[in-house]
């Protein structure tokens, strides 16, 4: 089973980017597609973006498309969203997911915070 730790998260003002990163344990890492999701307070966790095994074919929630970007880099078992033009409806805990077959795992979690 693929473990993952995220990192990046931080207070940001509305306009403002940030890199989060995901990674991931093991030598598997390139048969699992990942995605990455987030949970504001009092809210169910919605989908953010989604990327297949190779990098090749993305997907992202109308809500970020434009403004964020997910990326992976194989070779070291990371993979990123880069956000940008944050708003305040933006800020949330971000979790990643890695999904093959039947598999799941999950991270902790890293906090986004957009503030005014």
């Known amino acids: 089973q693929v473990q993952l730790v995220e990192s990046g998260g931080g207070w940001v003002q509305v306009g403002g980017s940030l890199r989060l990163s995901c990674a991931a344990s093991?030598?598997?890492?390139?048969?699992?597609?990942m995605s990455w999701f987030r949970q504001a307070p009092g809210k169910e966790r919605e989908f953010v973006a989604t990327?297949?095994?190779?990098?090749?074919?993305?997907a992202y929630a109308d809500s970020v498309k434009g403004r964020f970007t997910i990326s992976r880099d194989n070779a070291k078992n990371t993979v990123y969203l880069q956000m940008n033009s944050l708003k305040p409806e933006d800020t949330a805990a971000y979790y990643c997911?890695?999904?093959?077959?039947?598999?799941?795992?999950w991270g902790q979690g890293t906090q986004v915070t957009v503030s005014s």
């Open positions: 997911m890695a999904v093959r077959g039947a598999s799941r795992a």
């Open positions: 093991g030598r598997t890492f390139d048969t699992y597609t």
């Open positions: 990327i297949n095994w190779s990098g090749g074919t993305t």
